[in-house]
């Protein structure tokens, strides 16, 4: 069975367009609620007085709960299934966003915010593997792709969104930031419980399939674990002994020390050249980039499954992106500072489905559903690092524009790394290899 027989491209429509725009609604919750205290940041520090210092640290603290929790949830989807286990993990973090309007301290804040991070944790390396079940390879990527959909779609949609309910004061006795996290938290919290009702773990589970959709899908999704656990076999941890996986946890969380100053700072700092706070126009703006962003995911997850070339499109979408980055601190000029932003989250946003290619078509079997989460868990560090390296860099030279420089400068080190893999045909297993003798990590 291939995945060009007309009963598996029938199995894969019908998925595509039931489960890929829940998939992504949940994403872009799930973003929103993770990034909103980029656009409290002004507001919430003048009410609390929390330090930018503090902020920082709060910011970055959500991925460490993140990375703590990440293997385990992965491992209990895979036991649990997708449905019960993505349907918690959003519940939960609703709820514990929407806390957030009781974090007057920095105390408060901390907990909060680690809290979010272990509620959350799972969910995006879950989704991942969770695709792994309903996708062939060859179609992957155009599949995460619109997926990942959600992220620019999150800040096209709740850039506005944050921005119209932070000009809002005393509404139910909460002030603009409170009531910002209550309505964004409490949102994701009740498309959790939906989503209890409305996914299904996997294709055998599937009533809106055909029984002849559902077995010529299993039948090439088995193909592929077949194939790929006959040439690389990982244990749980195993997989941190293989270089290729160190390389991937890298270059993810080289990435994301990039798309960090964008999330917690670009809001601030665009807000700070158009000389006022943050409003619904700011909120606009901000979601301009992130439109882009919208285009060029669909564009270059459709190239890079075409050509099959995913690491040469990653490599060139992250080198403009990165100069695209640097570029937002040599300005204070707003209209060159959305340009800017307009390249450089294209660049190192929509690189990441194109990324997500290469690893979910190296790893298998167990070896997936944790080297997936380790990729995650351990590049979303560089979430945490990258907001305590700017505010270490800014207050240490007295210049709020240097951190741009180095985070950029570290966000160019996932290019290296790149390189360094070299072709993929070199060690992805195809759907369908070639006899080859069998090896072992």
């Known amino acids: 069975m291939t995945d060009d027989n007309p009963a598996v491209q029938s199995a894969v429509r019908k998925a595509t367009i039931r489960l890929l725009p829940f998939l992504g609604l949940m994403l872009i919750l799930n973003f929103l609620d993770r990034s909103n ?161 409305f996914l299904t773990s996997r294709p055998n589970e599937a009533k809106w399939l055909t029984t002849e959709e559902k077995n010529a899908l299993i039948g090439v999704i088995e193909a592929e674990e077949r194939g790929k656990l006959s040439e690389v076999k990982h244990s749980v941890f195993g997989v941190l002994k293989d270089w290729r996986v160190l390389a991937f946890i890298g270059i993810y969380l080289f990435i994301q020390i990039g798309v960090g100053p964008i999330t917690f700072y670009l809001p601030a700092r665009l807000a700070q050249a158009m000389g006022g706070g943050i409003n619904t126009w700011v909120g606009v703006l901000l979601g301009l980039p992130w439109f882009c962003a919208l285009i060029a995911t669909r564009v270059f997850t459709v190239y890079a499954d075409k050509h099959d070339n995913h690491r040469v499109v990653c490599i060139l979408m992250l080198t403009i992106g990165t100069l695209a980055l640097a570029t937002i601190g040599l300005t204070m000029n707003p209209w060159v500072m959305v340009i800017a932003a307009c390249i450089a989250v294209p660049g190192l946003a929509s690189s990441q489905p194109v990324f997500w290619s290469l690893p979910t078509r190296y790893l298998g079997g167990v070896g997936a559903a944790s080297g997936i989460a380790f990729i995650v868990s351990l590049g979303n560090l560089g979430s945490f690092a990258s907001p305590q390296i700017k505010a270490y860099v800014d207050a240490a030279t007295g210049n709020g524009d240097v951190g741009f420089y180095i985070l950029a400068g570290c966000c160019f080190l996932s290019v290296v790394l790149l390189i360094a893999l070299g072709s993929h045909r070199r060690w992805i297993v195809d759907a369908e290899p070639a006899p080859r003798a069998s090896r072992t990590h």
């Open 37 to 197: 205290v980029g656009f409290a940041k002004t507001a919430y520090q003048a009410d609390t007085g929390i330090s930018d210092a503090a902020y920082a640290f709060g910011a970055g603290i959500l991925y460490l709960g993140y990375a703590t929790f990440e293997v385990p949830s992965n491992l209990i989807m895979q036991r649990v299934g997708a449905r019960l286990w993505l349907s918690r993990i959003m519940i939960t973090w609703g709820i514990v966003s929407a806390c957030m309007v009781f974090a007057h301290t920095a105390t408060t804040y901390y907990i909060v915010r680690f809290m979010l991070g272990v509620c959350e944790a799972g969910f995006y390396p879950g989704v991942l593997l969770y695709l792994t079940y309903w996708f062939p390879a060859k179609q992957r990527a155009r599949a995460t792709g619109l997926f990942y959909l959600g992220i620019p779609l999150s800040l096209v949609i709740g850039a506005p969104l944050s921005g119209w309910l932070l000009t809002h004061h005393d509404v139910l006795g909460l002030t603009n930031w409170q009531w910002m996290f209550a309505v964004e938290g409490l949102a994701a919290t009740v498309v959790g419980i939906f989503a209890l009702f």
